[in-house]
C-alpha cells in the first residue's frame, strides 16, 4: 500500500511523525508492504510552491492507495487566487471523499462526564452548508450588499444515498443500530429527501434498528446517553458539529481519529485543528492522527480484502487503549508523556504485542 504523508501546520509535523513510526511499525509487524512518500502541504507548500496544495501533490495522491493529512491552518488560508486552498477541502472535493467516518469512544482510565460509550458519526462530506465546495465553480457564499449575505447549502439525492449505504454497511459490522439526525422540521425538502434516501437505503439492511433526531435535540441525547448510539449518520455540518462533541465527550478531542472515504481514495485525518497555541512544545496528542492512521489501513484492508491490514487496525485500536490505561498519553488524557515520548513507547507496545 502506498500512502502519500503531508504533515502539516502547527502541531501537525510532531503528531505526524508520530503516527509514521507506528505505520512503520504496523507494516514490520504484519508484513504490509506499506511505502510511505513524504510530501508537503499548508503553510511550508505556500512558501516554497506558492500554494498549499499544487497539482502536482493530487496528482500523486491518486496514483496512491492513501494519503494521510497532519492538520493544516485553514482559518489562515483565505485567498484562492493567492494560493491559500484549505487543503482538507481540496482533497475531500477533489478525490470525492464523501464519507467522514468519525468513531468515539470512552477509553478506561481516562475520566469522562458520561458513561462508557462507542459510537460512530458517518457525516457527509461533499455538500450540505459547505459554500466552499457544494458547488462546481467559485463559492455558494455570496455579499449580496455590503451588509447581506447568502450561503446556499445543497442536498442532492445520490449523495444522501450513498451516505446512508456507508452508515449501514458501518451498522451491519457493528451493534446493527442506525441514528439518522436532521432538522426536516425546518429544512423540510432538503433534511426530508435525507431521511427518506436513509429509509429506502435501511430497506436492504432490514436486521439494523433505525430511529431519528431532530439535531437540536440530538445534542441533548448524546450528552446524556451516549451509549444508546451505535451508528449516527447526518449531513456535513450537523456531523461535523456533532462528532467534536462525541469525541470530547470521550475524553478528549485528541482521541478522535478521523478518515475520509471514496470509493476509489481515502484520507487519514485527525478530527483537531493545527493547533498553534501548543505546537512545538512536545505536548500534542498524536492520538488522533495515529486512531486516523488505524482507520485507514483497516478502510484498504476491508476494500482489498487483506486480512493483515484489518488485523493491523486492531493492533493499533488495542494498543491506544492499552497505552492510554497505562498513562502513556500527554497530560490532556490523565498522561504524563510528551509527544515524541508516546510514540517510542507506542511503537515498542505494538512491536512486543
Ligand atoms: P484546534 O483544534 O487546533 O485547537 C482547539 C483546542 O484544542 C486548542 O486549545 C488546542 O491546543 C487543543 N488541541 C487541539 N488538538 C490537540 C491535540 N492533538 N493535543 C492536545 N490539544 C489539542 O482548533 P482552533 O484553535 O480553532 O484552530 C486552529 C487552526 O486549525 C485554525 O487555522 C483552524 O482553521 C484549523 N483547523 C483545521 C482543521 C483540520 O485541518 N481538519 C480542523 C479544525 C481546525
Given at each position: 500500500?502506498?500512502?502519500?504523508?503531508?504533515?502539516?501546520?502547527?502541531?501537525?509535523?510532531?503528531?505526524?511523525?508520530?503516527?509514521?513510526?507506528?505505520?512503520?511499525?504496523?507494516?514490520?509487524?504484519?508484513?504490509?508492504?506499506?511505502?510511505?512518500?513524504?510530501?508537503?502541504?499548508?503553510?511550508?507548500?505556500?512558501?516554497?510552491?506558492?500554494?498549499?496544495?499544487?497539482?502536482?501533490?493530487?496528482?500523486?495522491v491518486?496514483?496512491?492507495?492513501?494519503l494521510?493529512l497532519?492538520?493544516?491552518?485553514?482559518?489562515?488560508?483565505?485567498?484562492?487566487?493567492?494560493?491559500?486552498?484549505?487543503p482538507s477541502?481540496f482533497f475531500r472535493?477533489e478525490l470525492?471523499l464523501?464519507?467522514?467516518?468519525?468513531?468515539?469512544?470512552?477509553?478506561?482510565?481516562?475520566?469522562?462526564?458520561?458513561?462508557?460509550?462507542?459510537?460512530?458519526?458517518?457525516?457527509?462530506?461533499?455538500?450540505?452548508?459547505?459554500?466552499?465546495?457544494?458547488?462546481?465553480?467559485?463559492?455558494?457564499?455570496?455579499?449580496?450588499?455590503?451588509?447581506?449575505?447568502?450561503?446556499?447549502?445543497?442536498?442532492?439525492?445520490?449523495?444522501?444515498?450513498?451516505?446512508?449505504?456507508?452508515?449501514?454497511?458501518?451498522?451491519?459490522?457493528?451493534?446493527?443500530?442506525?441514528?439518522?439526525?436532521?432538522?426536516?422540521?425546518?429544512?423540510?425538502?432538503?433534511?426530508?429527501?435525507?431521511?427518506?434516501?436513509?429509509?429506502?437505503?435501511?430497506?436492504?439492511?432490514?436486521?439494523?434498528?433505525?430511529?431519528?433526531?431532530?439535531?437540536?435535540?440530538?445534542?441533548?441525547?448524546?450528552?446524556?446517553?451516549?451509549?444508546?448510539?451505535?451508528?449516527?449518520?447526518?449531513?456535513?455540518?450537523?456531523?461535523?458539529?456533532?462528532?467534536?462533541?462525541?469525541?470530547?465527550?470521550?475524553?478528549?478531542?485528541?482521541?478522535?481519529?478521523?478518515?475520509?472515504?471514496?470509493?476509489?481514495?481515502?484520507m487519514?485525518?485527525?478530527?483537531?485543528?493545527?493547533?498553534?497555541?501548543?505546537?512545538?512544545?512536545?505536548?500534542?496528542?498524536?492520538?488522533?492522527?495515529?486512531?486516523?492512521?488505524?482507520?485507514?489501513?483497516?478502510?484498504?484492508?476491508?476494500?482489498?480484502?487483506?486480512?493483515?491490514?484489518?488485523?493491523?487496525?486492531?493492533?493499533?485500536?488495542?494498543?491506544?487503549?492499552?497505552?492510554?490505561?497505562?498513562?502513556?498519553?500527554?497530560?490532556?488524557?490523565?498522561?504524563?508523556?510528551?509527544?515524541?515520548?508516546?510514540?517510542?513507547?507506542?511503537?515498542?507496545?505494538?512491536?512486543?504485542?
Open positions: 500500500m502506498k500512502i502519500v504523508v503531508l504533515p502539516g501546520d502547527g502541531i501537525g509535523p510532531e503528531t505526524m511523525a508520530v503516527a509514521v513510526a507506528v505505520l512503520e511499525a504496523a507494516s514490520q509487524r504484519f508484513g504490509l508492504g506499506l511505502a510511505l512518500e513524504h510530501d508537503i502541504a499548508g503553510h511550508e507548500s505556500l512558501q516554497k510552491h506558492g500554494a498549499t496544495v499544487t497539482q502536482a501533490l493530487l496528482a500523486k491518486k496514483a496512491a492507495d492513501g494521510m497532519g492538520p493544516m491552518a485553514t482559518y489562515d488560508f483565505k485567498d484562492e487566487a493567492k494560493g491559500e486552498i484549505n477541502k472535493k470525492d464523501y464519507a467522514n467516518i468519525r468513531p468515539a469512544r470512552t477509553y478506561p482510565g481516562v475520566p469522562t462526564v458520561v458513561q462508557p460509550f462507542d459510537l460512530t458519526v458517518v457525516r457527509e462530506n461533499t455538500e450540505g452548508f459547505y459554500a466552499d465546495r457544494n458547488i462546481a465553480s467559485g463559492n455558494s457564499e455570496m455579499l449580496i450588499t455590503p451588509d447581506v449575505v447568502v450561503s446556499l447549502r445543497r442536498i442532492t439525492r445520490s449523495c444522501c444515498e450513498r451516505i446512508a449505504r456507508s452508515a449501514f454497511e458501518l451498522a451491519m459490522v457493528r451493534r446493527k443500530h442506525v441514528s439518522i439526525v436532521h432538522k426536516a422540521n425546518v429544512l423540510k425538502i432538503g433534511d426530508g429527501m435525507f431521511i427518506e434516501e436513509c429509509h429506502k437505503i435501511a430497506r436492504e439492511f432490514p436486521e439494523v434498528q433505525v430511529d431519528d433526531f431532530i439535531v437540536d435535540a440530538m445534542m441533548a441525547h448524546v450528552v446524556r446517553a451516549p451509549q444508546r448510539f451505535d451508528v449516527i449518520v447526518t449531513t456535513n455540518m450537523f456531523g461535523d458539529i456533532l462528532s467534536d462533541l462525541t469525541a470530547e465527550l470521550s475524553g478528549s478531542l485528541g482521541l478522535g481519529g478521523s478518515v475520509n472515504a471514496g470509493l476509489d481514495h481515502a487519514g485525518q485527525a478530527a483537531h485543528g493545527s493547533a498553534p497555541d501548543i505546537a512545538g512544545q512536545n505536548i500534542a496528542n498524536p492520538f488522533s492522527l495515529i486512531l486516523s492512521a488505524s482507520q485507514l489501513l483497516g478502510w484498504y484492508g476491508q476494500r482489498k480484502n487483506l486480512p493483515a491490514f484489518q488485523a493491523a487496525a486492531a493492533a493499533i485500536d488495542a494498543a491506544a487503549e492499552a497505552a492510554v490505561a497505562a498513562s502513556e498519553a500527554t497530560r490532556d488524557v490523565g498522561g504524563k508523556l510528551g509527544t515524541a515520548e508516546i510514540g517510542q513507547a507506542f511503537v515498542r507496545r505494538l512491536l512486543a504485542a
